[in-house]
Structure formats: C-alpha cells, structure tokens
T-cell receptor, first 115, second 114 residues
Framework: DTEVTQTPKHLVMGMTNKKSLKCEQHMGHRAMYWYKQKAKKPPELMFV???????INESVPSRFSPECPNSSLLNLHLHALQPEDSALYLC??????????????FGPGTRLTVL | AQKITQTQPGMFVQEKEAVTLDCTYDTSDQSYGLFWYKQPSSGEMIFLIYQGSYDEQNATEGRYSLNFQKARKSANLVISASQLGDSAMYFCATFSGGYNKLIFGAGTRLAVHP
C-alpha cells in the first residue's frame, strides 16, 4: 500500500462550524505533513509531525489545530475559519524525518470552501 | 534562505514532442536535493524525479529526465515523447530550513496538444 488517503474530498463549512480533515498512511512513514494550497499558487507548509510529535508549525493561526493520534493518522481540526481559508489542503508523509533525500508522498487533498 | 524559481508560467507542446521545463534554485547548503512534482487538475501532487547535489549523473525516470547544471544552479525537467496525460501543473521543489520543509517554485502549466 503506497498511498496517502484524505477525507473528505470536498468540504463546505460556515465560519461558525467545527470540522476535521483526516489523513491516513499505511507505509510506516515516520513524518506527516499538512500543506495549504491556494488557487494558482504552490503548496505552502503548515505543520510537520515527526514520530507523532509536532516538530514544525509555520506560524499557522490557532483556528487550525493539528493532531496526530498515531503513526498512521493525521487530523486537522478547523474552527471559526474565514473565507480566505478556502483552499486545497494536502497531506503528505515521508519515510524519514531527516536527510537530503526525503521524498514526500502526497494525498489527493481536501478542497475546502468557507462561506 | 533557499529559493526556487520557475520562470515559465505556461508551456505548450505537441503530442510526441519533447519539452523542457525550467527551474533554477538558490541555496547555501553544500548538500541538497531537488524534486519535481506533477499536479493534475484533480489536485494530487505526484512525485516524478529527484536529483541529489552530489549525484554525478543526471536523474532519469522513464520519460522524465533532469538536466542538472550545478554551476548554473539549474535543474530543468525534460519530458520526452509528450502524452496528452502529461497536461498538468509542474512544480520544482527543494528543502529549506532543514529536511522536512519542502518549498516549491511557482509552477509551470504544461498543455499537450494533439
């Protein structure tokens, strides 16, 4: 199994809603990532988990709350989002947590629309 | 800080022809890696090819090859025998600030015409 899965595929939420994005990998990878990609822009890193511990937070607003319950699962909890948070949210994983060759495998993404 | 520059917002190529997508990078690291990803309209980022800074040979993966010119700090992607399914956004990327933070160039949108 060499894939990263993400659910849901699409999500529409209001600014007062609470929702969660889910990401799963069964490749035994030790690092997992959340990226945000606005339309016509490259992905931008949000969070990195290494060995289930948060290792990088790219100054993301607290309305985004990541969680790594176990080595295969990564969640992104959303609360009180703004319309400008509408984007494609990509999850990725990598076998290693360091090293120059550390290929990241990406999931298909969740397209989020905040009304 | 590391930086990736892709100067071609859009490219088009005839089916079965070869195409080169440009990528230049700026890094102060002695050891680094360069990646190319493909992103179809569906959204998934698909890893294509990797080049390490100490690799003596240019990387190749099937129809993809990387024209790595270290002195010029360029890592261009060459796609041979283009197919209609190659139409997508292509991103060049490298690590910044450690080996977990992948940064991407602005991307090049490739259109393959029949």
């Amino acid at each position: 199994d060499t894939e990263v899965t993400q659910t849901p595929k699409h999500l529409v939420m209001g600014m007062t809603n609470k929702k969660s994005l889910k990401c799963e990998q069964h490749m035994g990878h030790r690092a997992m990532y959340w990226y945000k990609q606005k339309a016509k822009k490259p992905p931008e890193l949000m969070f990195v988990y290494s060995y289930e511990k948060l290792s990088i937070n790219e100054s993301v607003p607290s309305r985004f709350s990541p969680e790594c319950p176990n080595s295969s699962l990564l969640n992104l909890h959303l609360h009180a989002l703004q319309p400008e948070d509408s984007a494609l949210y990509l999850c990725a994983s990598s076998q290693k947590t360091s090293g120059v060759y550390n290929e990241q495998f990406f999931g298909p993404g969740t397209r989020l629309t905040v009304l | 800080a590391q930086k990736i520059t892709q100067t071609q917002p859009g490219m088009f190529v005839q089916e079965k022809e070869a195409v080169t997508l440009d990528c230049t990078y700026d890094t102060s690291d002695q050891s680094y890696g360069l990646f190319w990803y493909k992103q179809p309209s569906s959204g998934e980022m698909i890893f294509l090819i990797y080049q390490g800074s100490y690799d003596e040979q240019n990387a190749t993966e099937g129809r993809y090859s990387l024209n790595f010119q270290k002195a010029r700090k360029s890592a261009n992607l060459v796609i041979s025998a283009s197919q209609l399914g190659d139409s997508a956004m292509y991103f060049c990327a490298t690590f910044s600030g450690g080996y977990n933070k992948l940064i991407f160039g602005a991307g090049t949108r490739l259109a393959v015409h029949p």
